[in-house]
């Protein structure tokens, strides 16, 4: 059963950093594309980046690019989210989800994690 959990999520003050954990079971990390997204209180679902299956490449929106990597540990079937320079508009609860194609769709959704950032 394809599992993805999401986790390290917290309340941080805004300029710090934070790096979310999505830990992957039923399958290996590398086999899918593993998409992060979130979703601010009141508004839809956005995506913020993933990292592909085939050589790693990981792709961002342009609104977060310089803020937000997405390292892989394929070893230990893990994918990160870092976040630096958190700003309060940050806040959201945030999702890891595979795929085949990192365009979409993904088909495994992870629990989502809350990310608070104070100002």
């Known amino acids: 059963e394809v599992q993805l959990q999401a986790s390290g999520g917290g309340l941080v003050q805004a300029g710090g950093s934070l790096r979310l954990s999505c830990a992957a079971s039923g399958f290996t990390s590398d086999d899918y594309a593993i998409g992060w997204f979130r979703q601010a209180p009141g508004r839809g679902r956005e995506d913020i980046g993933c990292v592909t299956s085939s050589d790693g490449v990981t792709l961002y929106r342009d609104s977060v690019k310089g803020r937000f990597s997405i390292p892989r540990d394929n070893a230990n079937n893990m994918v990160y989210l870092q976040i630096n320079s958190l700003k309060p508009e940050d806040t959201a609860v945030y999702y890891c989800?595979?795929?085949?194609?990192?365009?979409?769709?993904?088909?495994?959704w992870g629990q989502g994690t809350l990310v608070t950032v104070s100002s």
């Open positions: 989800a595979a795929g085949e194609d990192p365009s979409g769709p993904f088909d495994y």
